[in-house]
């Protein structure tokens, strides 16, 4: 099947889809997005991502249609007919001449694409992972999902090339999130993770993990993880909806506990995957 691109309402060939040179997201980052993981053929947490895109697109004024952009979103995910992918959704304030303040003139210009996607490698799963602090040196609407970027493009740089996985950002002392996951720590049993602010994005990923670390009684904080506490930690994970939940098995080149994936993500990423399973009605293949 030939990769389609959903442009402003309109499907058309990859080759096909053109926005103009003066688009507000080329030129200000003037956008907000989404990626929806897609199961078995059926997009796992649908809802609740079209609601952060909602809320994201509430919080720089975009006017959007959600229920039609929910509508073509399935269509387009029938359409392109993979069974293990992901959905990009862009939204910018459209194309109009460069000046700051938004334009009278211009309309929102939305952009799906569906992709092939991979659950995280079994090496991964098995070996777990390893991360770098950074200095959060972002502004303070993290909570908005923006495809302004360049701050989480330039720590995942540093992550890769210092042979990273991830980079976890740290504000005034305190951890926030991955460059492009949230991140989560373990201390004599009890899960901690930082609270929802603007500070960091409230990931779908890690809504689904609190619910279902409450369902498995497995004690939970959100609250403010001190960056000098993240040497004694038992365990540490990241989760995005691409990650899945990842074990974290090395941070800042010390070890993390023994130096493999716990206990406490174990069980948490047998119940993610169960809870996969129950909406998509995927196989449970992967649990290592
Ligand atoms: N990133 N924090 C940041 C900064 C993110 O970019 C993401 C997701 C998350 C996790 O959110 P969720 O669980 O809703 O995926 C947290 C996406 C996957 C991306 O940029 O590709």
């Not at 989480?152 to 740290?170: H, P």
């Amino acid at each position: 099947m030939e990769q389609l691109v959903y442009l402003n309402g309109e499907v058309l060939p990859y080759d096909q889809a053109r926005v103009p040179v003066e688009d507000r997201g080329f030129q200000f980052g003037d956008g907000i997005y989404e990626v929806i993981r897609i199961y078995a053929g059926r997009p796992f947490t649908f809802e609740e991502h079209f609601e952060r895109l909602r809320r994201s697109a509430a919080e720089i004024r975009l006017p959007l249609d959600i229920a039609r952009l929910k509508a073509d979103a399935l269509a387009l995910i029938t359409q392109q007919g993979l069974a293990e992918a992901t959905l990009y959704l862009q939204a910018t304030r459209g194309a109009a001449l460069r000046a700051h303040a938004f334009p009278t003139t211009s309309q929102p210009t939305v952009v799906m694409l569906v992709r092939p996607a991979q659950p995280p490698d079994e090496a991964l799963l098995r070996t777990g992972v390893r991360c770098l602090t950074v200095p959060d040196d972002r502004w303070a609407r993290c909570h908005i999902k923006s495809t302004n970027l360049l701050s989480n493009v330039l720590a995942k740089q540093q992550a890769v090339e210092a042979g990273c996985y991830e980079a976890i950002y740290l504000r005034d002392g305190y951890m926030t999130e991955g460059a492009s996951t949230n991140s989560w720590a373990v201390f004599d049993g009890v899960l901690w993770t930082a609270p929802k602010s603007n500070y960091l994005l409230g990931g779908i990923t890690r809504e689904v993990l609190l619910q279902l670390a409450r369902e498995d009684s497995i004690p939970v904080r959100e609250e403010p993880v001190a960056a000098h506490q993240l040497p004694h930690a038992d365990e540490f994970m990241i989760s995005s909806t691409t990650s899945e939940l990842l074990p974290v098995v090395e941070l800042d080149g010390r070890p993390v506990g023994n130096g493999r994936p716990g206990p406490l993500w174990q069980r948490l990423f047998t119940r993610f995957q169960q809870r996969i399973t129950a909406e998509c009605g995927r196989g449970l293949a992967r649990i290592p």
